[in-house]
């Protein structure tokens, strides 16, 4: 059994997503807020340099200092938070490192990583040369030193302990609570789309997002119903053929793509779109599908076991390659009176108390192990 830590605990927590308007930066920026709420937590933060340059995020009151994370090349900073940051947050005092992405410092300190999905072990051939190389090796590396593992879904837990019976020893669900940050402002409309039917698909272009599955039957849903297929997102790894797809749909008229999307463009999206649609073959979560079903937004989604978890039901699932699944769930969604409604967070997803009581357990047990070793 874990022991119990009643005193405060200093937490060096690397946040190097923090500054961008992603799924995973929303993610981080909610581990950052839901710590926050805790008075037995000390936080020291590792932020982005453009981040702290920006200064427009309000840090919770429990941040006793904040590292800067250079901006010096993708590889160059992740070799910076790998061998540079254990140090720095040894300095100030952490007695435990939390990262909430692939690379988890080299340090002396009892370590927690978060592991989103395995995608990058699973297929790193979708990746860029540079990533594919260098990055599975780090990823592997921080996952053996963890002293705990902490995943958003049962499904990512089952994920890790197929991969790796040892991995799967040290990794706890903590879930991951409605951060709500989408939805603090009001929705703005986009102009382009305003009295249009529309699907939508939001996520980057890179292989494991599966585009292809509604590229290829939208001839055919547009020619029955006039629907448009929007896509928001940025290109992704190896992007380029679907983008040239999505390109070809765009000049025909069916689609339209939106690239660097505001949260109040993405609430009126989600609030006006017919359908949510997520193909994707891994996921860790799928943080668009919770979104969408906040506002009543009808959901297709692939059959992969964390949609199907986080959906809870709510979803209608399909083999991400069962094109003709695909084409008559679409035509269906479209002929459904599913009506919208106000933002209401689906009562199977956890509080921000009870997931941050479980990171805290997540922490003691990391504290435990490390004393251990």
Not at 91 to 118: C, F, N, Q, W, Y
Not at 214 to 221: C, Y
Not at 226 to 249: C, F, H, N, P, Y
Not at 298 to 304: G, H, K, L, R
Request: hydrophobic residues 45%; proline residues 4%; charged residues 20%.
């Amino acid at each position: 059994m874990a022991e119990s830590y009643t005193l405060t605990l200093r937490v060096g927590l690397v946040a190097e997503t923090f500054n961008r308007h992603d799924g995973i930066a929303r993610v981080g920026r909610q581990l950052i807020t839901l710590m926050g709420t805790r008075s037995d937590i000390e936080l020291v933060l590792a932020l982005p340099e453009v981040a702290l340059q920006n200064g427009d995020r309000k840090l919770p009151s429990n941040v006793i200092d904040v590292i800067s994370i250079p901006h010096s090349g993708q590889i160059s900073q992740a070799a910076w938070v790998r061998w540079r940051l254990g140090g720095e947050f040894a300095k100030r005092g952490a007695e435990l490192i939390h990262a909430s992405k692939h690379v988890l410092p080299v340090s002396r300190l009892a370590g927690v990583l978060t592991v989103h999905d395995l995608t990058l072990l699973h297929d790193a051939s979708q990746f860029r040369l540079a990533k594919r190389v260098l990055l599975p090796r780090q990823y592997v590396d921080s996952i053996e030193r963890a002293d705990a593992i902490v995943t958003h879904t049962q499904a990512v837990v089952a994920s890790v302990a197929s991969y790796n019976a040892k991995w799967g020893s040290k990794s706890r669900k903590v879930g991951l609570p409605f951060g709500g940050e989408l939805f603090a402002a009001p929705a703005e409309a986009v102009d382009e789309l305003v009295d249009t039917k529309f699907c939508l698909a939001v996520g980057d272009l890179s292989p494991r997002k599966n585009l292809n599955a509604l590229i290829s039957v939208w001839p055919s849903v547009f020619k029955q119903t006039g629907m448009l297929l929007v896509v928001v997102g940025s290109g992704g790894w190896k992007s380029e053929e679907t983008q040239r797809a999505i390109d070809s749909l765009i000049g025909q008229g069916s689609a339209r793509r939106v690239v660097g999307a505001s949260d109040a463009s993405l609430r009126w999206m989600y609030e006006y779109a017919t359908a949510l649609l997520y193909p994707s073959r891994e996921e860790g979560y799928g943080l668009p599908v919770v979104e969408a079903m906040t506002v009543g937004t009808q959901v297709i989604a692939s059959t992969d076991p964390a949609l199907v978890e986080v959906a809870n039901g709510g979803a209608v699932h399909l083999d991400p390659d069962d094109s003709q699944g695909w084409h008559d769930a679409i035509l269906a969604a479209a002929r459904s009176t599913a009506q919208h409604h106000a933002p209401v967070i689906p009562n199977w997803i956890p509080t921000v108390a009870m997931v941050a009581e479980s990171l805290v357990e997540s922490y003691s047990d990391a504290l435990s192990a490390s004393a251990r070793r």
